[in-house]
């Protein structure tokens, strides 16, 4: 059993950066491939990022490559969401995932959710 809870939500201006944390409780935390996803008012989840369990591979949506960064820290049991140059097309509930299965980025197939931490970006 993995849990997760989202942390770094709120308010940024366009152009601005928000640093999104997902601490992961449970002893399979290391094997599990995680990843992040969002989804905004009236949209469908999107694929945003992942990464393996070791943090070798990473895998991004087209929209958000080259500005948003995935890590994890095995130590800390968390992964991280760097987003720089936010745009208002950002604005979303993002959601921390995590793989029961797979052990390298994936963009589907996730087994556990967190509950979403709001991101809103201004223009």
């Known amino acids: 059993q993995v849990q997760l809870v989202e942390s770094g939500g709120g308010l940024v201006q366009a152009g601005g950066s928000l640093r999104l944390s997902c601490a992961a409780s449970?002893?399979?935390?290391?094997?599990?491939?995680m990843g992040w996803f969002r989804q905004a008012p009236g949209k469908e989840r999107e694929f945003v990022a992942a990464?393996?369990?070791?943090?070798?591979?990473?895998l991004y949506t087209d929209s958000v490559k080259g500005r948003f960064t995935i890590s994890r820290d095995n130590a800390k049991n968390t992964v991280y969401l760097q987003m720089n140059s936010l745009k208002p097309e950002d604005t979303a509930v993002y959601y921390c995932?995590?793989?029961?299965?797979?052990?390298?980025?994936?963009?589907?197939?996730?087994?556990?959710w967190g509950r979403g931490t709001q991101v809103t970006v201004s223009s």
């Open positions: 990464i393996s369990w070791n943090g070798g591979s990473t």
């Open positions: 995932a995590a793989s029961r299965v797979h052990s390298q980025p994936v963009l589907q197939g996730y087994s556990y």
């Open positions: 449970g002893r399979t935390f290391s094997t599990n491939a």
